[in-house]
């Protein structure tokens, strides 16, 4: 695909904004009594390099964040697809359940860390869990969602063509939940990371949020940030794998502009 | 031989179907005590004005609905939840967008558990006969509606059904796409000296194609508590073509004798609607 020449503009401008904030940045964080609160974007700069090139010390802190990042995103997002689906074929079970859904989705679920913590220890798992309860009810509510708002006559369709209730499920249910679930991968994605970040946050030997605290601790504002910048990077990334994917499996669903350049 | 002269395709018997309304004390009664039966390779039409419990009928006869009163038989059988001899072509875009239009065709085929071999000759076999060979990786949105009722014709009849449901498949096809898939649906269902044509049960608000089409004309009377007011036979000469046959004289004649009798419906169910908006408001 070739760039247009809107989209080289659009880039070179947003590059120009971020280079702009970054100078406004370092020019504000000259006075040393701001360095103390805002940083000086050169040190932080420095830090990363450190953390990344010279000492190589961060990958371990990164590694175990990205893993309960992972972990919790799969775990979660299968679990609420499954769960979905099966509320979504079994109105009475859902009926029945529904305020019990309610409550624990309204309830703010990050305040589970502590109990988290009890349960599972100070490892991975408690921030997985974590990270899970935010993921789940997401993928859950639009799977959920996108089962009862499957088309009545693609479902009549199926079955006046001898589908049974399993091929139902895996050849109409599922293709047309898969669309709903992407739209809320990108928002699991995101809150896997807060899930597991808060977690290592609240209490840990590893990760990039226990690297946070320790700086934080120290008052060394400039390693928060860059912190801050490390996980921002890999969530982008991440986001961006599902929109990989996305595009992979839901090459079926109509774009905008459809012609094609010849 | 004997009871296969009595054998109907489909049959129904006293027929009523009742749907409970929002908020209203008395049940909606789209269609009352209908009784019809189609033969073997026979092509039945059914035309009435809108809102008369056409598409009611045509789902209680799929088994996708179950009638408040009366019995369905297929082939001298009761019959129970899906007619499995049954292939439905529905108004709207029923194919499935997460497939292409090969996956489409071969759906039915999966379902029924055909060797993969099997499965792929039947599918290209049926997406050349309905002309869509060399589109089967499109995806439903890529094609036209005609290609999309071509594909969703293939659907139906990969799975070789006894009987064939059609609720005004064509109604949003232009003029000529229309015809020519008229056309391509009776030679397609058309018998031959080895094997009868199938029996089809046409919806249709369309008097022409109606006609043009079919062998038999059943008129339904205005809602609600619709019932069969007229019964036409057709009997202008077979094979034919949907385009040609509206010239001859007795297609007009026929047209005249059926649309006397319709256009009263016709008027009813007008007048009803009107009212009906008196009371609730403009209808949108």
């Given amino acids: 695909m070739k760039l247009s020449r809107l989209n080289i503009y659009l880039r070179l401008f947003q590059l120009l904004l971020l280079l702009a904030l970054i100078a406004i940045w370092h020019i504000a964080s000259r006075s040393i009594q701001a360095a103390f609160f805002i940083g000086e974007p050169l040190i932080v700069f420095s830090r990363l390099v450190d953390w990344l090139y010279i000492e190589c010390d961060v990958y371990i802190h990164l590694g175990v964040t990205l893993l309960e990042t992972l972990l919790a995103f799969v775990i979660g997002t299968t679990s609420g697809l499954l769960f979905g689906l099966w509320l979504g074929l079994s109105p009475r079970t859902a009926l029945v359940l529904d305020p019990f859904i309610k409550a624990i989705n309204s309830m703010p679920r990050v305040i589970l860390a502590p109990i988290f913590c009890v349960w599972f220890g100070l490892g991975i798992w408690s921030k997985v869990a974590l990270a899970i309860t935010l993921v789940f009810f997401i993928v859950f509510f639009n799977v959920y969602q996108g089962v009862k708002e499957v088309s009545p006559v693609i479902l009549a369709n199926a079955k006046m063509l001898g589908a049974n209730s399993r091929q139902l499920l895996r050849y109409v249910y599922l293709p047309s939940a898969t669309s709903w679930v992407f739209s809320s991968l990108h928002t699991a994605v995101g809150l896997a990371f807060v899930g597991a970040v808060v977690g290592e946050y609240l209490g840990s030997a590893r990760g990039v949020g226990y690297l946070i605290l320790q700086a934080e601790g120290t008052f060394d504002i400039n390693s928060v940030i860059a912190g801050i910048i490390l996980l921002t990077i890999c969530a982008l990334i991440l986001d961006g794998l599902v929109g990989v994917v996305e595009k992979k499996l839901l090459i079926w669903q109509p774009k905008l502009s459809q012609t094609e350049k010849i | ?284």
């Fill in chain 2, 1 to 284: 031989m004997l009871n296969q002269v009595n054998q109907y395709s489909l049959e129904l018997k006293d027929v009523s179907c009742a749907f409970a309304t929002h908020g209203i004390e008395d049940s909606y009664i789209a269609v009352k005590d209908i009784s019809l039966q189609i033969k073997e390779g026979e092509f039945v039409s059914i035309v009435g004005p809108t809102g008369c419990g056409k598409s009611t009928l045509l789902n209680v006869a799929a088994g996708l609905l179950e009638p408040s009163k009366g019995q369905i038989l297929s082939f001298d059988k009761p019959l129970k939840g899906i007619n499995s001899r049954a292939g439905y072509m529905f108004q709207s875009d029923a194919l499935m967008p997460w497939c292409n239009a090969r996956d489409n065709v071969a759906m039915g085929l999966k379902f029924r558990k055909f060797s993969a071999k099997e499965l792929n000759e039947m599918t290209e076999e049926w997406l050349r006969r309905v002309g869509m060979n060399g589109f089967g990786d499109r995806y439903p949105h890529q094609l036209s509606g005609g290609m999309r009722k071509r594909i969703a014709l293939a659907q139906t009849l990969a799975l070789d059904p006894d009987i064939i449901l059609m609720d005004e498949p064509f109604s949003a096809l232009d003029i000529q796409t229309r015809q020519l898939m008229e056309n391509e649906v009776l030679a397609l269902c058309s018998g031959n000296a080895t094997k009868p044509g199938k029996s089809i049960l046409f919806i249709t608000h369309d008097l022409d194609e109606a006609i043009a089409m079919s062998d038999r004309v059943l008129i339904l009377s205005a809602g609600p508590g619709s019932k069969i007011i007229g019964e036409f036979n057709i009997d202008l000469p077979k094979p034919r073509d949907v385009a040609e046959i509206r010239n001859q004289p007795r297609f007009y004649e026929l047209y005249q004798a059926i649309w006397t009798l319709l256009r009263n419906e016709v008027l009813k169910s007008y007048e009803l609607q009107k009212q009906a908006n008196k009371y609730n408001g403009p209808g949108v």
